[in-house]
């Protein structure tokens, strides 16, 4: 008998090796790389050779195409995250950290696809079925025609999933699930993606919508390779902060509607509640004006949200001051820093900054660049901010402002919640902008000297 071949692989990005190394070639992560038996001895070293394959017929564009059916499950944040309603045939990958609840809505969505006369079977590899179905008479679901199992092994899923041909099948986790014609541990990166891989053809023949439900490493992406997130139509992942009620269903891949759409929950002792209104939850009371604290007109997807940015800055201790941030990214509160000193000369040397976008979301447009700028400016000079204003605007490394997409919308959603006035760049499209007064800056520079007074 031939000796099994080991290979290494990355769990990153599937790259393979024949030796270990410490630093994966591929994408440039460090210690992803793990033993891992390969999937078959790989292609043959052969050439197709002369035999010929099959003609495939090609076809134009024009042909008329109905667009796929869609099933609605009645969670309308979780419908629209899907782009309107799931697809059937599709495989959809829903990614999240341990305990932020994506079991707890996977429950409830495969209750009310079920409610909604649609046949669903809920595989869970985690918990006993008993442990499942408790959960489900707590929240109230008791009585909807889930069809349960508890199990592992793929090739027993399969069989079954054949044979009951479900509407809605949804697996929680693939990294539970082992195949057994692979040599290795589940979890590891060639069970997860023969398992994925097997799951999304039986989607692809069946006709059946399967949902997977995927682990997310340390480094917030979902554990396995980054194929998986490949083979699947629909990639969601579900945050929030911890010790933070809110959380948010965020599409990043959708082949059948838009990418970066979100939807918003709130846990609740009784399971998740769809959170329909979601710019009133991320603002906390505003009737005092605070330095340091202000309300941003952002857009996540297609809806826009007002948020708060609150921003602290303190005398530093340290020889290397503190930036902390929590909900944007780290690096750009550094250049916005480096902009405000290098553009108007307000230095931030030896003081620790704190940035915090309230409500435990995170926001990763550009747009919010103002809306930082001036809530650091307002802690770092104490001077407030009206509390009925909102700000968004882009902010570029000359220390000009960059007009954004969306003003109006971002200038009515304002409005809708009894904002009286807004902060943007000069040659914003605000459209109508109805009672709302508006202030169009050009720069930072006037920014400072007109609003801050300082400069
Ligand atoms: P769970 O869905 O098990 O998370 P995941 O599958 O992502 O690991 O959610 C577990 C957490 O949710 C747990 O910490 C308790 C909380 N929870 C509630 O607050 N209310 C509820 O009704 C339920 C079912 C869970
Ligand atoms: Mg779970």
Not at 225 to 238: C, K, N
Not at 269 to 283: D, I, R, W, Y
Not at 411 to 440: I, N, Q, Y
Request: net charge negative; hydrophobic share 40%.
């Amino acid at each position: 008998m031939a000796k099994p071949i080991t290979q290494f692989a990355c769990s990153d990005c599937g790259m393979t090796y024949k030796k270990w190394t410490g630093r994966c070639d591929g994408c440039g992560a460090w210690n992803t790389i793990q033993e891992e038996v390969p999937l078959s001895q790989g292609p043959s070293k052969k050439s197709l050779g002369t035999m010929k394959g099959k003609r495939m017929a090609l076809t134009d564009l024009a042909t008329e195409e109905t667009p796929p059916p869609r099933t609605l499950s009645g969670l309308s944040e979780l419908d629209r995250v899907l782009g309107g309603g799931l697809v059937p045939a599709s495989a959809t990958l829903v990614g999240g950290d341990p305990g932020i609840g994506k079991s707890t809505l996977l429950l409830q969505a495969a209750a009310a696809f079920a409610n909604a006369g649609h046949s669903v079977v809920y595989v869970s590899g985690e918990e006993a079925t008993a442990q499942v179905r408790m959960r489900a008479q707590r929240l109230g679901l008791g009585d909807s025609a889930v069809r349960l199992a508890s199990e592992t092994n793929l090739r027993d899923v399969l069989t079954t999933l054949e044979a009951e041909k479900p509407d809605l099948c949804i697996i929680d986790s693939i990294q539970t699930m082992w195949v057994d014609t692979v040599d290795s541990a589940p979890g590891s990166v060639s069970q997860v993606r023969a398992s994925s891989q097997e799951l999304v053809s039986f989607a692809k023949r069946f006709g059946t919508s399967v949902i997977l439900v995927g682990h997310v490493t340390k480094e917030g992406q979902i554990a396995g390779p980054r194929v998986v997130e490949h083979m699947v139509d629909t990639v969601l992942y579900f945050e929030g902060e911890r010790g933070h009620q809110f959380r948010i269903l965020r599409a990043v891949k959708n082949r059948f509607g838009p990418a970066d759409e979100i939807g918003v929950f709130e846990m609740t002792g009784m399971g998740l509640a769809e959170v329909t209104n979601p710019s009133a939850l991320f603002l906390s009371d505003r009737d005092s004006p605070a330095p340091g604290s202000v309300v941003f007109a952002g857009i996540e997807g297609t809806r826009p949200v007002l948020v708060e940015i609150q921003a602290l800055v303190a005398p530093s201790q340290l020889s290397q001051p503190r930036r902390a941030v929590v909900g944007w990214d780290g690096s750009r509160l550094s250049m916005i820093l480096a902009v405000l000193e290098a553009r108007t000369g307000i230095s931030f040397q030896g003081l620790d900054v704190y940035l915090n976008v309230a409500g435990g979301i995170r926001i990763s447009e550009p747009a919010a660049d103002l809306a930082v700028a001036c809530a650091l400016l307002s802690a770092r000079e104490d001077a407030s901010i009206p509390p009925e204003t909102v700000v968004f605007g882009e902010l570029s490394l000359s220390g000009a402002l960059r007009p954004v997409a969306q003003a109006e919308n971002r200038l009515k959603e304002a409005a809708k919640l009894g904002f009286t006035a807004a902060m943007a760049p000069k040659g914003c499209k605000t459209g109508d902008a109805g009672e709302m007064s508006l202030r169009l800056l050009p720069d930072l520079t006037t920014l400072v000297g007109e609003v801050f007074g300082a400069g």
